[in-house]
C-alpha cells in the first residue's frame, strides 16, 4: 500500500504562485510514477501532470504547459507542483496519484494510489 497526502493549498490572487506538495509513504519503491490531477466544482477530475520514478519523463497537460512545474525528491518521498501564472480557472482541488507500473498515463483511472487533495482557489 502507498499513502499520498497533499499540503500547499490555499487562496491565490490570479497572477500569482503556489507550491504544493505530495508526501508518499508506504511501499514507496514500487511507484513508478507520480502525478497531479484536479477537480473542479461540476466538472470531472483531469490530469494535469505526471513524472516518472527518474524525474527524466514528465507530461503535462496543455492548460498548464510553461506555467507548471513538477519535481520529485526520491530521497524524501516527496513530489511538488510549482504552479506560477494562477488563473481563476485553475481553481480547483489538487490531488496528488501513484502509478505502480508504466507507462505515465493521463487517465486518473490508470492510477493506483491517491491523496485526499489540497483546495487551490485563484481568486481576488
Known amino acids: 500500500q502507498v499513502q499520498l497526502v497533499e499540503s500547499g493549498g490555499g487562496l491565490v490572487q490570479p497572477g500569482g504562485s503556489l507550491r504544493l506538495s505530495c508526501a508518499a509513504s508506504g511501499r514507496t519503491l514500487s511507484i513508478y510514477s507520480l502525478g497531479w490531477f484536479r477537480q473542479a466544482p461540476g466538472k470531472e477530475r483531469e490530469f494535469v501532470t505526471t513524472i516518472s520514478r527518474s524525474g527524466v519523463s514528465t507530461n503535462y497537460a496543455d492548460s498548464v504547459k510553461g506555467r507548471f512545474t513538477i519535481s520529485r525528491d526520491n530521497a524524501k518521498n516527496m513530489v511538488y507542483l510549482q504552479m506560477n501564472s494562477l488563473k481563476p480557472e485553475d481553481t480547483a482541488v489538487y490531488y496528488c496519484?501513484?502509478?505502480?507500473?508504466?507507462?505515465?498515463?493521463?487517465?486518473?483511472?490508470?492510477?493506483?494510489?491517491w491523496g485526499k487533495g489540497t483546495l487551490v482557489t485563484v481568486s481576488s
Open positions: 496519484a501513484a502509478r505502480i507500473l508504466p507507462p505515465l498515463t493521463a487517465s486518473p483511472e490508470n492510477m493506483d494510489y
